[in-house]
């Protein structure tokens, strides 16, 4: 168990080294780039994909894949908006929102558990799934007209900081608990890692992984609000390809898409990694085509460094 | 008079906005029915030539995505002018059209760094609204050029969605005075554009009277998809004589689907944007025709109007570019890439 966590804490650390270098790099380009306003900026722009990835990188940890985050984020953010513009009060409407990403959760994990699919296409179906029921309850058109009580909650600072970072900061120590300090985190490890030694170790591998599709529901419901709370609108068309920057994100973090590996803080550093590129790059004025040449090279580079280090440990 | 008092409301209504830090004060814009609204091809007659911007001068754009002909031939007109009068332009565009967050992060990251004004092209209508307001809180003015509205914008330059299906009606209403059945593929529902093109054929061609819209579908501004309706469509109805296509992809998939029927003879096909796809199409007997909203024209047209707003001239609200019906009579009219003979006709017409 210890060499486990030693390992993970030297990958962080090789992941944070890597967002050190870009930084660096782009420091040395733009004298934009290392003001207090576009680091916030980053982070500010980051906390979406740290959202998403967070409930991500607890179901690839558990073996499992979520792509159905992006459309789970859009129903919720349409029904939570509905709400919000009905006069439903902001709490109520926010917990109803958030209600509604569990349950697209729970639809998943019960397909996946009880029903015996593949995590993969169960969430490939959800994809279309809860898409398609984001787009008939709207009838394709945004809501508009969010009360300015909500949307003070989203776009008000604490000491300088946005809102939204100090929400996703606090709830990667959550996720970061859960995973390292309580029962449920070792489950997700040992289901993850091994599912047949897990339960015959009596894990509740059933349960386990129902939670790490819940989490990963609400996650996205929370990106949700904050999303809908900075635009001032809720788009049934939001989210498009949310799972695949959240799923970059914890690869780059060092989550194994086997399943039994993946750390918070590192897929945190790998949000702000891609975050960091795509500000850097504009701020270049690179073209987008490049910028996602770039975001594909870090992906593979990342991957590789990962190979290499774990044979050597290995 | 009326003139001025509107003019004082929306000077008050900025200096509002920029003290509240909210865009609530503007009605939500409608770019096709705004009242405080010109024509292009007014901007010289009303407010002079086109005053010389000063030494440094930096503007920003931000389109949807580079892969999609338009965006990039928008960017062409704005660096035209840019070229010509010596502006800094920084073009920008998203990796695709529905990374919207992706786009949301580039307009912010270009607002930081000192521009004297922003031309975004939203995903949405609503993905670029946190940028449009940091935008007025730090005073850099910003155009919403074409396609989606922001609903809080203060300059909107564009194209008359509504006018583009208005104009392909009226060619049927000159062309078969005896009327018919008549068919049209939509774009992706819930888009602006898609609707008010619709709108505008359906509404008109309805006017009419002699003719029936017998279907009306989306096609999610796919070519495969508008092939598949189209031909369903021509089974369901042999004596169909025309299709109005929301775009050009669609316009050219209905083509191969009337091709494939053999019905190439009495169906008329229309789409709308007039890429280059389409004028070959058109020239080659395929397509009957298509409207043009001359992207590299609105480019320089929008790059114009952000170079008037500088210079502090009264502007309504909303700008209207120029788009014309381009059928094989006036097709190599419209062809040519010499943007001085293209406005000389378009302001003759």
Same mark, same amino acid.
């Given at each position: ?314 | ?33 705004? #009242? ?93 609204? #946190? ?184 502007? #309504? ?33």
């Amino acid at each position: 168990m210890k060499t486990v966590f030693s390992r993970i804490r030297f990958r962080d650390a090789g992941t944070l080294l890597g967002l050190i270098l870009i930084s660096a790099v782009f420091a040395a380009q733009s004298d934009t780039f290392l003001t207090t306003p576009n680091l916030v900026n980053i982070l500010q722009q980051s906390t979406i994909n740290a959202c998403i990835a967070l409930g991500m990188t607890l179901v690839i940890i558990s073996g499992g894949i979520d792509l159905s985050v992006g459309p789970v984020a859009a129903l919720s953010a349409v029904l939570g908006a509905a709400m919000l513009v009905a006069g439903v009060p902001v709490p109520l409407a926010i917990a109803g929102a958030l209600a509604v990403g569990v349950a697209c959760g729970f639809v998943n994990g019960a397909l996946i558990t009880w029903g015996g699919l593949q995590p993969f296409i169960v969430t490939l179906g959800g994809l279309s799934l809860y898409r398609a029921l984001a787009l008939i309850y709207t009838g394709g058109t945004p809501i508009f007209g969010l009360p300015d009580e909500f949307r003070a909650l989203t776009n008000g600072t604490l000491m300088g900081i946005p809102n939204p970072v100090i929400v996703v900061g606090v709830l990667a120590i959550a996720a970061w608990v859960i995973l390292n300090k309580t029962p449920l985190g070792e489950y997700f490890m040992a289901v993850g890692g091994n599912p047949e030694a897990a339960r015959i170790a009596g894990v509740p591998v059933t349960l386990t992984k129902m939670a790490a599709y819940m989490i990963s529901g609400l996650m996205a419901a929370v990106a949700a609000m904050i999303l809908i709370g900075r635009l001032g609108a809720a788009e049934p068309t939001m989210g498009t390809l949310w799972e695949l920057d959240a799923i970059a994100a914890a690869a780059i973090g060092g989550a194994s898409l086997m399943g039994g590996r993946g750390s918070i803080p590192g897929t945190l550093i790998g949000c702000i990694i891609l975050g960091t590129l795509r500000n850097g790059l504009t701020l270049m004025n690179v073209q987008a085509f490049y910028q996602l040449l770039a975001t594909g090279i870090i992906i593979i580079v990342a991957m590789l460094i990962d190979k290499v280090t774990s044979g050597k440990e290995g | 008079m009326k003139h001025i008092l509107k003019g004082a409301l929306a000077v008050s209504a900025i200096a509002l906005s920029l003290t509240m830090a909210q865009a609530q004060d503007l009605a939500p814009l409608n770019s096709d029915s705004e #009242p405080d609204r010109m024509d292009w091809s007014e901007l010289d007659a009303k407010f002079g030539a086109l005053p010389p911007p000063a030494a440094g001068t930096k503007v920003g754009g931000v389109s949807k995505t580079l892969t999609n002909e338009y965006w990039r031939s928008l960017g062409e007109g704005y660096q035209n002018v840019a070229t010509k009068l010596g502006v800094e332009l920084v073009y920008q565009a998203a990796q695709n059209e529905g990374d919207q967050l992706g786009q949301l992060s580039i307009a912010e990251n270009l607002i930081s760094q000192g521009f004297n004004a922003l031309l975004f092209s939203p995903q949405s209508d609503a993905n670029l609204v #946190p940028a449009l307001e940091a935008a007025k809180a730090a005073g850099i003015p910003v155009l919403n050029v074409n396609d989606a509205v922001i609903p809080s914008a203060e300059h909107y330059v564009g194209n008359v969605q509504k006018g583009n299906g208005v104009n392909v009606a009226n060619w049927f209403i000159t062309n078969r005075p005896d009327g018919g059945k008549v068919a049209v593929i939509e774009g992706q529902p819930g888009v602006y554009a898609a609707g008010q093109r619709t709108a505008g054929f359906t509404e008109t061609i309805n006017a009419a009277g002699k003719f029936e819209v017998v279907a009306s579908v989306p096609a999610n501004w796919s070519r495969e998809e508008a092939f598949n309706a189209a031909a369903t469509i021509l089974q369901q109805y042999p004596d169909l004589i025309g299709f109005y296509a929301n775009n050009d992809g669609m316009a050219l998939g209905v083509v191969e689907a009337v091709k494939a029927a053999g019905k190439a003879e009495t169906v008329a096909v229309f789409g709308t944007d007039g890429v280059s796809d389409a004028y070959a199409a058109i020239r080659a007997g395929d397509l009957t025709g298509t409207v043009d909203s001359f992207p590299v024209l609105t480019g320089e047209i929008a790059m114009e109007v952000s170079l008037r707003l500088m210079a502090g001239q009264p502007l #309504p609200r909303v700008v209207a570019t120029p788009q014309a019906l381009i059928t094989k009579d006036n097709v190599e009219t419209y062809a040519t890439t010499d943007m001085a003979a293209l406005r000389a006709a378009l302001l003759a017409k």
